[in-house]
């Protein structure tokens, strides 16, 4: 029905089979050994570092005794909003943070793909908690600017080999059967320029092309169905966007057949917000956010994978060899420690809980080791539950710094027997001349001074 690009070396991703990824720098079995803390050593670990703290703290108490006669004010006198009456209900209608967190925010992009719009937002993954990204700061990236689609006028279109072509209104669609799901979403660039050893300054530039949210919608499986798909004969979709740009990405069959792709409307409890694809989006678990079109206008059932622009020209992996990797969308297994992060000060020396987040779009977190002396020595994380399917998994360490200058990494490893690689290892293999997929191990350098920077290890 098409016809498949040429000069591209194709990746085998484009059969849909989401096993192994097709580079393992490393077995499980050849990683180095991983100190385990078990619960009880914790306890004792907790109880003894804030026994200290409390001594610590009488001190520090009595010292501020000695320099204040009325001691702290704000312990001490009851502030206003305890004696006073508060605010009333938002009158606007759609509640805000609290002012005192203004700073918390998506960050333009400093030059990715320029043009007369500003066309990422990144994600502020240092002061996020937990797994699930407020809608209001997930990243953003737009090939031709977002815009607020009147949905009692949207239609998706599905055609291509099925029996009838069809077209749905989105009344039709939010009447069918639903499905939520936990999902991260990550944008093929993430973390681009370190592949070049651009040490931009903060995690938020770094790896803030990433969010994950639940998603609602209808399992596109289903609306194929609908219009009598040959799911036998049909091997891929091409997906079409309403916006400027007509993105059109190609999706394996085997990740739609599985249930997974959903035409989704719902984003956190709430209708997608416009700069995510309002009213209608597809989502795609664990390909990059490209293939994951916004505004979501046209499916085509198809047999070959389509080559379209973004498939033919962007979005391809450069190798050393000259060759490019076409259709290499899985997002592969990827960690980094969010806190101590670049642009963070530690104030003084003592207990700490070193956090950050893992993911992998083969499957599930199995295991995220940290390492506090830059990969000679590891410990395993807690993973902190849910630990989900293609989803970011949130994990915590605990750690007392001691003032001294402190490489810190995280390793992660999915439950297919991948192991997140070092920047060597993955240059070893792809060179230095690509953008996307990046996934190497990240480091930050905690110097003697608290403040923490972006290195990298050669």
């Known amino acids: ?181 936990f999902y991260f979403i990550e944008c093929g660039a993430n973390t681009a320029v370190e592949w070049r050893n651009v040490a931009v300054p903060t995690v938020q530039y770094t790896h803030g092309m990433l969010s994950c949210s639940e998603f609602t919608g209808v399992p596109l499986v289903t609306l194929l169905e609908m219009a009598g798909a040959d799911l036998k004969k049909a091997k891929f979709i091409l997906a079409e966007g309403a916006d400027g740009s007509s993105m059109t990405r190609t999706i394996p069959m085997s990740m739609v057949t599985s249930g997974e792709v959903l035409v989704a409307y719902g984003q956190n409890g709430e209708m997608l917000r416009p700069e995510n694809g309002y009213p209608l989006r597809l989502v795609v678990p664990g390909v990059q956010g490209v293939s994951w079109i916004k505004y979501l206008r046209r499916i085509e059932v198809g047999d070959m994978p389509y080559a379209s622009k973004d498939e033919a020209v962007h979005y391809i992996d450069l190798m050393p060899d000259g060759l490019h990797r076409q259709y290499t969308s899985i997002q592969e297994c990827k960690s980094v420690i969010t806190t101590p992060s670049g642009g963070q000060v530690l104030l003084d020396r003592g207990f700490y809980n070193v956090s950050g987040l893992a993911w992998s779009g083969r499957g599930k977190i199995k295991r995220v080791d940290v390492s506090l002396d830059g990969g000679r020595n590891w410990r395993a994380a807690r993973l902190e539950t849910p630990v989900l399917d293609k989803c970011l998994t949130r994990f915590n360490l605990d750690w007392i710094w001691d003032g001294k200058p402190t490489l810190l990494q995280s390793r992660a490893l999915d439950d297919t027997g991948y192991v997140q690689p070092t920047y060597q290892q993955l240059r070893k293999v792809r060179g230095t001349r690509s953008i996307y997929h990046n996934n190497a191990i990240q480091s930050w350098l905690v110097q003697e001074d608290g403040e923490v920077k972006n290195v990298q290890l050669s």
């Open 1 to 181: 029905m098409h016809s498949q690009g040429v000069c591209l070396k194709n990746e085998s991703v484009t059969t849909g089979r989401l096993t192994k990824a097709p580079e393992n720098f490393l077995k499980p079995t050849d990683i180095q050994t991983v100190v385990r803390e078990h619960a009880q050593g914790r306890r004792g670990f907790i109880q003894g570092l804030f026994a200290s703290a409390v001594a610590g703290a009488a001190s520090a108490s009595a010292l501020a005794q000695n320099n204040s006669d009325n001691g702290d004010p704000n312990i001490l006198n009851l502030p206003a909003h305890t004696t006073g009456l508060g605010q009333s209900v938002v009158t606007d209608g759609y509640g805000k943070p609290s002012s005192y967190e203004v700073n918390i925010q998506r960050r333009q992009s400093p030059g990715l793909t320029p043009t007369n719009q500003a066309s990422v937002s990144f994600a502020p993954l240092q002061s996020l908690f937990g797994i699930v990204t407020p809608s209001g700061l997930h990243f953003e990236r737009h090939h031709q600017g977002w815009w607020d689609i009147d949905p009692s006028k949207h239609r998706l279109m599905i055609n291509g080999m099925v029996k009838s072509a069809k077209v749905f209104n989105m009344d039709e669609i939010m009447r069918l059967p639903s499905a939520s799901r």
